[in-house]
């Protein structure tokens, strides 16, 4: 059975000096969505990395295996001992992995409470790993309902009524450590994204920047023409560090822009005079040795923490709001889970026990020689009805669990108690059933997950309504060969021998498929 699976750190696990070694490009997650797609124990997969975390959802059919190479990845590539690191990430799965990232893109597990930035960050992650091919029935729900959910909660609560960002709190620090902002002369180090909120932040304290970029000189020009300032470039930086009085750098680096030697130099030519140097960007644009510059105060994304406080006890309702529509938006979740997972569960089980019925009959085998045909044939009817009929409760009982929140636990246990991740068969991802199976349904993966595609032998799916002779007539036990064959509205005088549960019309496009007539 397919798992869902985080594993991530962010700003509550690791400090910025961590969370740097694990920031990872759009280049570099383009290559780890590749060896994803590559990897036999990884079906689906997203990559998430923005300043305050870098998280990896995986769709995996044994987790601790997966979980325990994605583990040794990360820190090889980090160069962190695995022991050291592994007291830093979290691996939720499951409803708790959904729970995460829905109160991530509401908002709710940022630095800054209702910061609405991390929306349009994990809709990117997500068409990311869309245009990688690595997403599949699991993510693609996953995701949109998380961003389905953001969406609830900035439209349904206040929580991001104030359009609070790092950004605005890199200013907000800003100002408390200078004063007055409007007569003060502000650089601006970037052009992204992050950049643009910066401006737009001392735009409302009357201040006109300085932007500072090579990479995106002409966006760093648009900006300026936008709130009104000056451009320069990173060349430059040295003597336009000298008129300075506050800087807020905030590019996409992957190493320092600004070293100790050459502030060193600066600060030499403004004597007398403090700098100010808020660096949010991560990994960090200036280094932090810079510290320890006489008359230079550098701050970074950390360093926030204390101005988010202020501002977060007035907050704490408009939160508790938010939790609850995350709560209800999850419990969607689950029981889609447990309705995807059920009819697998029920063909395995089934699966199991014709198993078992079959290897009991072979050993067997010779033993009866005073028996006839006709009693063997009973004898092996006897044991298949007892089979039916031992199973009967408890695939009700998984049927009746549909529409429960707690399905996926119910599916959990019984496949645990039953063994059944080792059973071969599982039509809903792709296996096909025996050819001695009167009636059975063929998938194949699409786009958008996996969808029937054909109906064997005159097999009713969705849209399709080919019932043909091959249909089990009613009181008919399967053939040995066929495991689980339901047969439920596939024609008049037909009946459901195995009483396998029917997902609902919309989870057809989420992987599970609904079969009226299939093995």
Not at 205 to 230: K, M
């Amino acid at each position: 059975m397919n798992e869902l699976l985080v594993l991530g750190l962010s700003h509550k696990t690791a400090p910025v000096a961590v969370r740097e070694r694990l920031s990872v490009t759009d280049a570099q997650i383009d290559r780890m969505l590749s060896e994803f797609a590559r990897s036999e124990h990884v079906h689906e997969a997203a990559v998430l990395s923005t300043c305050n975390r870098t998280e990896v959802y995986l769709v995996v059919g044994d987790v601790l295996q997966a979980e325990s190479e994605l583990l040794s990845v990360v820190a090889r590539s980090s160069r962190i001992r695995p022991t050291e690191l592994a007291s830093l990430v979290y691996t939720p799965r499951n409803c708790d992995a959904a729970r995460h990232l829905y109160r991530v893109a509401s908002g709710l597990d940022s630095m800054i409470l209702g910061e609405y930035e991390v929306q349009g960050q994990v809709k990117r992650a997500y068409e990311t790993a869309l245009s990688a091919g690595t997403t599949g029935p699991m993510l693609n729900r996953l995701f949109k309902a998380a961003l389905r959910t953001g969406k609830r909660v900035r439209s349904e609560t206040t929580l991001s009524e104030r359009r609070t960002s790092v950004a605005s709190v890199a200013v907000d620090l800003a100002a408390a450590q200078v004063g007055r902002l409007s007569d003060k002369n502000v650089m601006i180090i970037g052009a992204g994204e992050t950049a643009e909120l910066t401006a737009q932040a001392f735009a409302t304290q009357g201040v006109q920047t300085l932007f500072v970029s090579n990479r995106h000189a002409d966006r760093a020009r648009s900006l300026a023409d936008r709130f009104g300032g000056r451009v320069g470039t990173l060349t430059d930086l040295p003597e336009q560090l000298v008129e300075a009085d506050v800087v807020i750098s905030s590019t996409g680096s992957p190493h320092p822009v600004l070293g100790p030697t050459e502030l060193a130099l600066v600060m030499e030519q403004r004597p007398e005079r403090p700098l100010v140097l808020i660096d949010i960007a991560v990994p960090r644009d200036i280094d932090p040795e810079c510290a320890g510059l006489p008359g230079v105060a550098l701050y970074d994304i950390d360093d926030l923490q204390g101005v988010v406080a202020r501002n977060l006890e007035g907050r704490r309702g408009e939160a508790a709001m938010a939790e609850d529509v995350v709560e209800e938006e999850i419990h969607k979740f689950a029981r889609w889970m447990g309705q995807m997972e059920i009819t697998p569960t029920i063909v395995d089980l089934r699966a199991r026990a014709a198993e078992i019925v079959e290897g009991v009959l072979a050993e067997n085998v010779g033993r009866w020689e005073s028996a006839s045909e006709a009693d063997l044939q009973r004898m092996e009817r006897a044991a298949r009805t007892v089979v039916q009929r031992l199973l009967h409760e408890p695939t009700l009982r998984l049927k009746d669990a549909r529409d429960r929140d707690d399905a996926h636990g119910h599916v959990e246990v019984l496949r645990d108690l039953f063994g059944l991740d080792g059973t071969d068969v599982d039509v809903a991802q792709g296996g096909a059933p025996p050819p001695e199976c009167p009636a059975h349904v063929t998938y194949a993966a699409g786009s958008d997950g996996v969808e029937a595609v054909s109906a064997a032998h005159g097999a009713s799916v969705v849209g399709v309504t080919a019932v043909g002779p091959s249909a089990v007539p009613a009181g008919a036990v399967p053939p040995p060969g066929c495991p689980a064959h339901v047969a439920a509205d596939a024609g008049p005088g037909t009946t459901d021998v195995s009483a396998a549960a029917v997902p609902d019309p919309d989870d057809v496009r989420a992987g599970v498929g609904r079969r009226t007539s299939a093995s």
